[in-house]
């Protein structure tokens, strides 16, 4: 069997022609050499594309180190961070790890646990309660080293931390994963000694899971780093400018997606079979959705957890307004073999699947998914995936990644930025008075 992720588009064909996506192949051509010749916008922040080949092993090896230090000490690590600072490390850690390790007592890894991705009070109690009397870490990212969240997050766990080692203890249980030189967690990581990786300055945070940003906490979490970058790497090779239209993964799912959203399919649904891909859905929504939602523009994103969802919104994506599209992530091979057992009595009648494995009954369950979303007038895009291992996870988010880049630039945006993110951060601060503030406050006052 293939070790190499495949991309199949033959069930949208129904709806844009072989003919009109090879119309836009040159399109293609030219988007991913302008990241690639740094010509195009954004490209301050095109570090992510050689991430792969440019990353060493004794980079690699540190940031193991760092880790294993880590794994040695505690039983739970919470990461902080937010968007771009936590949803890549989050998506390979859940797709990777086994669905209830974490509710085992005799485990080989820490709990990863998040905060900082919100501002939940009774999110942050429950969390310290649950830390109480167990050995744990902090890894703190955040590029900027200034977002409201996990800074509010950090500065809770931090004391709890301390009051539970003290101070000096609690310092090489910290690790900060900021900018090089500037920022709120820069100066703290560098006043209080914490051991500091760097988030490089250009890579922004959708980008940066390649970095110590995911490298770091999914060493932690047991995952093989190194498996992963190698992933990551086979796709850099195969998506390069160099490697024609009709080969290049990347350049064919942006010019697919591009072509249905011309033909009114304004919604990308990602979907996927296996619940432990429900956080890679996540990161790609953030990946997408900040990348290309701008200048009026933009697929909006959205994503399913299937089957349980063709329990919910299936009914929508099924006969709702044809305004979809479905990008499902097929797992060819799960890592484990369960077979239906056979029952003497049979009432719930499933005896005529004895003996099968339970994922010809969830293959059974995508194909029969398939064939009713095309027929109901939802184009169908697949990305197979050899098998849930970190090897496959690496090429996935580099082959993301890169039809990312290429499908922004063929929309006409700047897919580096984000400046819709920060209206409700200047709200916010106004609402809270925060001092620099005055002017916004009293203005945003007059209008409640
Ligand atoms: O992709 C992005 O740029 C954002 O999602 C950021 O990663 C997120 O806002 C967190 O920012 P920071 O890492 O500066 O705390």
Redesign the pocket.
């Known amino acids: 069997m293939s070790k190499v992720i495949r991309l199949d588009y033959s069930k949208t064909l129904g709806f844009v022609s072989q003919a009109e996506i090879n119309a836009q192949a040159a399109l293609a051509k030219k988007s991913n050499e302008t990241l690639h010749n740094g010509s195009g916008k954004g490209n301050d922040f095109l570090g992510w594309l050689t991430l792969p080949s440019s990353i060493t092993d004794a980079d690699l090896n540190d940031i193991q180190a760092t880790a294993d230090a880590l794994r040695a000490k505690c039983e739970v690590v919470v990461l902080v961070?937010?968007?771009?600072?936590y949803l890549g490390s989050r998506a390979v850690i859940d797709a990777l790890s086994s669905s209830f390790d974490w509710l085992q007592k005799e485990r080989k890894s820490p709990v990863i646990l998040y905060a900082g991705n919100n501002i939940g009070e009774d999110y942050l109690v429950e969390l310290t309660e649950y830390l109480q009397g167990k050995s744990f870490g902090i890894i703190n990212?955040?590029?900027?080293?200034t977002?409201t969240e996990?800074a509010l997050a950090f500065r809770i766990l931090k004391s709890e931390l301390e009051k539970s080692v003290g101070k000096e203890e609690a310092k090489s249980r910290i690790v900060a994963v900021t900018d090089a030189a500037r920022g709120a967690l820069f100066t703290l990581a560098t006043k209080e000694g914490y051991k500091k990786y760097v988030i490089p300055d250009n890579v922004?945070?959708?980008f940066s899971v390649l970095t110590p940003v995911g490298l770091l906490p999914i060493a932690i979490a047991g995952i093989d780093i190194k498996e992963l970058v190698a992933g990551a790497r086979l796709l850099e090779e195969k998506t390069a400018p160099s490697v024609p239209f009709e080969e290049n993964l990347s350049e064919q799912y942006a010019v697919v997606r591009n072509e249905l959203y011309k033909k009114g399919k304004k919604i990308e649904i990602l979907a996927n079979f296996h619940p432990k891909l429900h956080y890679f859905a996540e990161w790609w929504k953030?990946l997408y959705g900040?990348s290309e939602g701008k200048d009026n523009k933009g697929i909006f994103n959205a994503s399913v957890d299937f089957t349980a969802d063709l329990h919910s919104m299936g009914q929508w994506i099924q006969e709702g307004e044809r305004s979809i599209f479905e990008t499902v992530i097929s797992v060819a091979k799960p890592n484990h073999s369960f077979l239906v057992p056979t029952d003497e009595e049979n009432l719930d009648g499933l005896n005529f699947l004895a003996g099968k494995n339970v994922d010809y009954v969830n293959k059974m369950a995508e194909l029969g998914t398939q064939i009713a979303h095309v027929d109901g007038g939802v184009p169908n895009i697949k990305v197979v995936v050899p098998v849930l291992n970190a090897y496959s996870i690496g090429q996935l988010i580099y082959f993301f990644e890169k039809a990312c880049g290429i499908s922004g630039y063929i929309l006409g945006v700047n897919p580096f930025d984000?400046p819709g993110?920060e209206a409700y951060k200047k709200n916010m601060f106004a609402l809270l008075e925060k001092p620099g503030y005055e002017k916004e406050t009293e203005a945003i006052k007059k209008r409640l």
Do not use: A, F, L, Y
């Not at 961070?81 to 600072?85: H, K, T």
């Not at 990212?141 to 080293?145: M, P």
């Open positions: 961070g937010i968007g771009g600072s990212i955040s590029k900027s080293g977002t996990p922004g945070g959708r953030q900040e984000q993110v």
